[in-house]
């Protein structure tokens, strides 16, 4: 049997917690979501994927599939089992969808492919619908057969550079399934043939502890317990530690901040992600700087650095940096302006869509550019407020959970009716 990760006794509490949501995203939104639930009560799903710890799939699975039971369907998330070798490879498969040039060795898609039909021979249990995410359990479908379900492939990759090499080997198991999500047109693979293609971002969970509301004195005491000065200022980054966040950059786009203001400081909070071996390399790196410089901070999910920690130095701090290469969407931009505070970000993947029009000026191509911004914003405050309150509004409308349930419902209504596929944009 594949091994399941279990999301705790949250169903039936944010069963009573759905209405809640009411007060956020209003009655149209809550009511058409239950009204599609009734009609797929009790269908059984499978989410797919390589880690529960880490990344922005396994921060969506566990509000997604509470919720979706809490409706009525009856929701597993599985994870593939794999030594570290495949994840070696599936992160080289992940850096080549996102543009990186890669040889791929005979060796490598041969241990791909085994792990994938070994993993079809312990998905024992019968599904409706089975939703695949990512690269790394692509080829399931290809060794588990139809089986009867519907079956879903979600790529979060920034897929619009992906290297040809890598796409032609994964486009025949790809083009096996019944149905694709990306996150938006523009991800779109080169030779895809599947018919039925939607476009859904993913979306954040206001009412989860990584996003709840908190008074801003217990954050910024929290941030100095940590050793963070929260009475000066303080530019933060939360992410994987991957060369695609690019946090060297954001570390010299700091050292330009610096210049002009003595004393601001940097923190980088990075999560290992389990499936990421890379990510270990490029945490030295970010430690060795940060070694050099006592206003540069360097926490992870190993030092005890949970939700509850993120949210209160996301609320803490006074300018947010995402400065993304490529990215898939990027949860923690809406994470941050969820709590109202203004993102300097690279203008990369899906970055951009989470942006107020009106602020786009913030998305910046290069360190020169990222600096200039996080000076501006340091200086005038009333700019930061401004920023942040219209882009808690972008959030509220678009990149919430009840939407992308709702988004989901409706896929899977489609998929089990047997509606005719048509292209969203
Ligand atoms: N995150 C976290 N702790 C960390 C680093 C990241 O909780 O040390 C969370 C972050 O708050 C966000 C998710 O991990 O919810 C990262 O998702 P995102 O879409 O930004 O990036 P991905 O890792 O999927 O590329």
Known sequence: MLPEVHVGRRSALISCQIDHYRLIVGDELIDEIFGLAHKLKGLKVCEINSTA???????????LVPFMEALGLDVDWRLIHAPTEFFTITKAF?????????????????????????????????YDVIIVH????????????????????RCHIDSSHPSEEVSQF???????????????????????????????????????TKNMDLPLDICKRAMADSGVDPTRPVLLQVSRFDPWKDPLGVIKAYQLVKQECREVQLVFIGAMAADDPEGWALMDQVEEEAAKDPDIFVFNNLAGIGNAEVNMFQRGSDVIVQKSIREGFGLVVSEAFWKEKPVVAGNAGGIPLQFPDAFRWYLVENIEDCAERILHLLRKPGARGAFGRAGRERVRQHFLLPRLVRDRLRLIRDLVDGREPQRSS
């Open 170 to 208: 994964l486009l025949p198991y790809l083009n096996l399934y019944d149905a694709m999500i990306f996150t938006m047109p523009e991800f779109l693979i080169p030779g895809m043939t599947v018919k039925r293609i939607v476009f859904i971002p993913p979306a954040i969970d206001p009412l989860a």
């Open 134 to 153: 990512d690269p790394q359990p692509a080829a399931l479908r290809y060794f588990a057969g139809q089986r009867d379900a519907k079956w879903i492939w």
């Open 53 to 63: 710890f880490g990344g922005g799939v396994a921060e969506l699975l566990p509000r």
């Open 94 to 126: 992940h850096n080549a969808l996102q543009g990186k040039p890669h040889t791929l060795l005979e060796s490598e898609k041969s241990l791909y492919l085994q792990v994938n039909e070994q993993t079809a021979k312990l998905l024992e249990e019968r």
